[in-house]
């Protein structure tokens, strides 16, 4: 069963940098898309970015070059490194998993319990 842990999330001021760590628990391989989500207070869930099995990304266009996603198969982590951080961009952040059909789906097969982003102006 994978499980997967965030860690990484903190307080910085506008313009500042975080490193989101998912960890990994169980075996991925090349079965799981993997994902960055994230919600604000007050608003509902939205994704980040999502990584397919050959490691090509998709980010969300408010990201505009600001984020990237990485995979550490070596270490069974992903990381999420997100610079020059908004007021906009707090919001509880997580990780989630998958299930490669073919295709990736919409729809997360595993979560994490997030970590807290916030950015002050």
């Known amino acids: 069963q994978v499980k997967l842990t965030e860690s990484g999330g903190g307080s910085v001021q506008t313009g500042g940098s975080l490193r989101l760590s998912c960890g990994v628990s169980?075996?991925?391989?090349?079965?799981?898309?993997m994902a960055w989500f994230r919600q604000a207070p007050g608003k509902e869930r939205e994704e980040v970015v999502r990584?397919?099995?050959?490691?090509?990304?998709r980010y969300a266009d408010f990201v505009a070059g600001r984020f990237t996603f990485s995979r550490a198969s070596a270490e069974n982590a992903l990381y999420l490194q997100m610079n020059d951080l908004k007021p906009e961009d707090t919001a509880i952040y997580y990780c989630?998993?998958?299930?490669?059909?073919?295709?990736?789906?919409?729809?997360?097969?595993?979560w994490g319990q997030g970590t807290q982003v916030t950015v002050s102006s």
């Open positions: 989630a998993a998958l299930e490669y059909l073919g295709y990736c789906p919409a729809t997360p097969d595993v």
């Open positions: 990584m397919d099995i050959y490691d090509a990304t």
């Open positions: 169980g075996y991925i391989g090349r079965r799981y898309c």
